[in-house]
């Protein structure tokens, strides 16, 4: 099991191993968010290549089928791109 820092949750990947096919498995890029009027409203941090980085700015936010997306400035300066894709129940992070 392993617990992921700031998130409360316990997670055991063993139990989500066996649910996905071996050659589909793909582990979600670790987003958390804000969950107010609407599921992931708002992005506070996220993590790229083990490190956790603040949200310090929501640039932009857009919505496409079966994807929830948004342009973030991040405490080191630069611009991220967040995209939840809903079907996989999966987060992606890039430039």
């Not at 599921?39 to 506070?44: A, F, G, S, T, V």
């Not at 630069?78 to 995209?83: F, G, P, R, V």
């Amino acid at each position: 099991m392993l617990k992921y820092p700031g998130n409360p949750q316990i997670v055991n990947l063993f139990s989500q191993v066996a649910v996905f096919p071996a050659r589909s498995l793909r582990l979600s890029d670790l987003v958390e968010t804000y969950s107010g009027h609407r599921l992931h409203e708002k992005p506070l941090r996220f993590q790229k290549q083990g490190s956790w980085y603040r949200v310090v700015k929501l640039v932009a936010r857009w919505q496409k089928p079966g994807v929830l997306g948004f342009r973030v400035l991040a405490e080191d300066g630069k611009q991220y791109t967040l995209e939840y894709i809903q079907e996989q129940d999966v987060w992606k992070v890039g430039k």
